[in-house]
């Protein structure tokens, strides 16, 4: 006979132990003081404020009608592979096999199956620090560890490179990248990657190559750059893993669809966590990512430009404030903006903001001890809404 359970159930210790995801926290609670009747302005969400593009949309609803609702091929549909290696030979000269292209759920979903399929317990990972929230979240979920690498402001936020060769080890698995980048729409530069790869490749044959360092690219951001043009990793290292996705450049979160470029050793391994994780990615969705990447460019120069004027707004009003950013962001749609003058917790500063000025922005302590003293400011909003979000900033800084 069993004996009763007492008390209630709890969860996993690796659920138990995961932070909260702070920007997260901030919209919720941005949207309960919406709901009270207050005027909120949203600079903290780093979502497309506009609809994905007609052609996209309507490719949609053709695959919908066509009866496009079913599993598909778990490395995805072959039409949408062979496009995203044509679009990636356009974008950087790269030739890419739709072989070695899997289509996931999102670019999350992506990471989370590379991690998965690269990582045993205890093996490192490189980061900056700040990073993307969600990266060590993901390290973590297969037991790796996360080795956070300071980087700098006056040098862009990009890993540097002696404190990445001194960081290596025998455990060392990966490198993650992210350019442009979240949290600060920096890049890294192409010499910079260039050397990144080639510390890669000379600790993969130091280790025999058995189990090579692995740099993983996020690059969900590309196109949307402002100055200059965003390189990819693989054309440096084409040993390399791509993550990306249609959610940022083409306005497409909602339709949940990301991809990889693996290495030709990756693909089985990452195929059959797709097959056991996800089954497949969603089926109509890939006939609009294909459209996205064959017809949507007027769309996304449009969307840029748009970005582009957002950003010279921010930037302009953060130096009215004194607010002064040593290394201008050229990418993605934020600005991480050293508020230290004002505050020794930005996370109290973030919510005090919220409360008191109606302004949503994510404390950048979200992003890793390295991000303390910053806020992150999302221009993923209308003019209007940046230059009211800009008065009441600068009124809240002078009170």
């Known amino acids: 006979m069993q004996t009763p359970r007492t008390g209630p159930a709890q969860p996993s210790r690796r659920a138990a132990d995961m932070p ?13 003081l919406q709901r009270q009747g207050r005027s909120i302005i949203h600079l903290e969400v780093g979502e497309p404020d506009f609809d994905s593009p007609p052609v996209v949309i309507e490719a949609g609803e053709r695959a919908l009608r066509a009866g496009r609702t079913h599993y598909t091929h778990s490395l995805g549909h072959p039409e949408l592979r062979a496009a995203i290696a044509a679009w990636h030979l356009r974008q950087y000269g790269v030739e890419t096999l739709p072989d070695n292209v899997v289509v996931t759920m999102g670019s999350s979903g992506a990471m989370l199956l590379v991690c998965a399929a690269l990582l045993d317990p205890g093996d490192e990972v490189l980061l900056t620090d700040p990073c993307y929230a969600c990266y060590p979240n993901f390290v973590a979920a297969f037991s790796g560890v996360s080795v956070r690498l300071p980087v700098r402001e006056a040098d862009g936020f990009q890993f540097d490179p002696q404190a990445v060769a001194a960081a290596t080890t025998p455990r060392t698995r990966a490198l993650v990248m992210n350019s442009p980048a ?24 130091k280790q025999g190559g058995a189990r090579p360092v692995v740099i993983v690219s996020d690059e969900i951001y590309h196109g949307l750059v402002y100055r200059g043009r965003a390189h990819s990793i693989r054309e440096f290292a084409p040993d390399a893993v791509v993550v990306s996705g249609f959610s940022k450049l083409f306005a497409m979160t909602g339709w949940r669809l990301g991809y990889a470029i693996l290495p030709a050793w990756l693909v089985r391994p990452v195929q059959k966590l797709q097959q056991n994780l996800f089954i497949s990615p969603p089926d109509f969705a890939q006939f609009a990512a294909i459209a996205a990447l064959e017809q949507a460019d007027a769309d996304v120069e449009r969307m840029r430009q748009c970005y582009d004027e957002r950003r010279r707004l921010v930037l302009a009003r953060l130096h009215e404030m004194g607010l002064d950013i040593l290394t201008e962001p050229v990418g993605a749609f934020y600005v991480f903006v050293n508020v230290r003058r004002y505050t020794d917790d930005v996370h109290r500063f973030a919510f005090e903001l919220l409360e008191q000025a109606g302004v949503a922005v994510t404390p950048g302590v979200d992003f890793g001890p390295g991000g303390a003293g910053y806020i992150r400011i999302s221009y993923a909003n209308s003019l209007a809404n940046i230059e009211e979000g800009m008065q009441r900033l600068a009124a809240f800084l002078r009170r």
């Open 20 to 32: 909260p995801f702070l920007v997260m926290e901030v919209l919720e609670r941005a949207a309960e």
């Open 182 to 205: 979240n949290p600060t729409g920096t890049m890294t530069q192409p010499e910079r990657m260039r050397e990144l790869a080639a510390l890669a490749a000379g600790a993969a044959e």
